[in-house]
């Protein structure tokens, strides 16, 4: 079976499910991978306190503010290459809702495999409850 490598490029949110901006998470194969916490993702970025964005750069670790690109406090570089995958490789879009309604919201998910490699970078839609996202990726040898 052939392998592939996974490279998350960027996450951006088009419009949030939640008024106060989206607690959002990825999972990769059913493995959290990363969070928007302490912050939050929202297209309504013009917000007193700061502490929404409305994309982060997997490749740097930088998150989209009113303020412009601002570095994350923790940054491993390559932390969102996956190297060696085989097939399925499943990402999915979560918003946390701890404690509340019964569960966090699924907001969509793409399979990726070695039928991507070559095709450059990937952009896919999540779209459900209400929310719209962009994830950007790109899938090598």
Same mark, same amino acid.
């Given at each position: ?71 994350? %406090?923790?940054? +491993?570089?390559?932390? $969102?290459?996956?190297? @060696?995958?085989?097939?399925? =490789?499943? #990402? %999915?879009?979560? +918003?946390?809702?701890? $404690?509340?309604?019964? @569960?966090?919201?699924?907001? =969509?998910? #793409? ?31």
């Amino acid at each position: 079976m052939s392998s592939f490598t996974l490279h998350l490029l960027s996450l951006k949110c088009v419009q949030a499910q939640e008024l106060d901006g989206d607690e959002a998470y990825i999972r990769y194969n059913g493995v959290m991978i990363w969070a928007a916490e302490p912050m939050r993702m929202s297209h309504r970025t013009k917000d007193a306190t700061g502490q929404l964005f409305d994309e982060f750069n997997f490749m740097t670790g930088q998150y989209h503010t009113p303020q412009g690109w601002v570095s994350g %406090e923790i940054f +491993e570089e390559r932390a $969102f290459v996956f190297e @060696g995958q085989t097939e399925p =490789g499943v #990402v %999915e879009l979560w +918003e946390d809702d701890s $404690f509340l309604r019964g @569960g966090d919201d699924f907001l =969509g998910k #793409v399979s990726v495999g070695t039928q991507d490699i070559g095709r450059g970078h990937i952009t896919t839609s999540f779209e459900q409850d209400g929310a719209s996202y962009l994830l950007t990726y790109e899938v090598t040898a």
